[in-house]
């Protein structure tokens, strides 16, 4: 095999390797988004790190800016800066109410 060959394998190799997913994220909402819809939406952030993000923002209450992620656990500014198109800082998602029983 000449060494164009061999590059052109290995590139094509690559590129069958990488996940498109590696590559974008999707938008989501940090002050209402679910663990699983943080861990699906955001790039680097798996399910340890989305449960972090959930229970820092019970905890402190709603992020006022995507930088305030680095102060969740396991979270840096990398990781904030490659999902900064993503991440949408929108109301907090109501509760739900339990239902009343009727008497």
Same mark, same amino acid.
């Given at each position: 095999?000449?060494?164009?060959?061999? !590059?052109?394998? =290995?590139? /094509?190799? *690559?590129?069958?390797?990488?996940?498109?997913?590696?590559? $974008?994220? #999707?938008?989501?909402?940090?002050?209402?988004?679910?663990?699983?819809?943080?861990?699906?939406?955001?790039?680097? !952030?798996?399910? =340890?790190? /989305?449960? *972090?993000?959930?229970?820092?923002?019970?905890?402190?209450? $709603?992020? #006022?800016?995507?930088?305030?992620?680095?102060?969740?656990?396991?979270?840096?500014?990398?990781?904030?800066?490659?999902?900064?198109?993503?991440?949408?800082?929108?109301?907090?998602?109501?509760?739900?109410?339990?239902?009343?029983?009727?008497?």
């Amino acid at each position: 095999m000449n060494t164009f060959n061999r !590059i052109l394998a =290995a590139l /094509a190799f *690559a590129a069958l390797s990488l996940s498109p997913a590696a590559f $974008a994220g #999707k938008p989501v909402n940090i002050n209402a988004a679910s663990a699983s819809e943080l861990a699906d939406s955001l790039d680097g !952030i798996g399910d =340890a790190k /989305a449960q *972090a993000i959930v229970a820092y923002r019970t905890t402190h209450g $709603a992020f #006022k800016s995507a930088d305030a992620l680095v102060e969740v656990k396991g979270i840096g500014l990398k990781t904030v800066e490659k999902n900064a198109a993503f991440i949408k800082l929108g109301a907090v998602a109501p509760a739900v109410a339990p239902a009343v029983a009727a008497k």
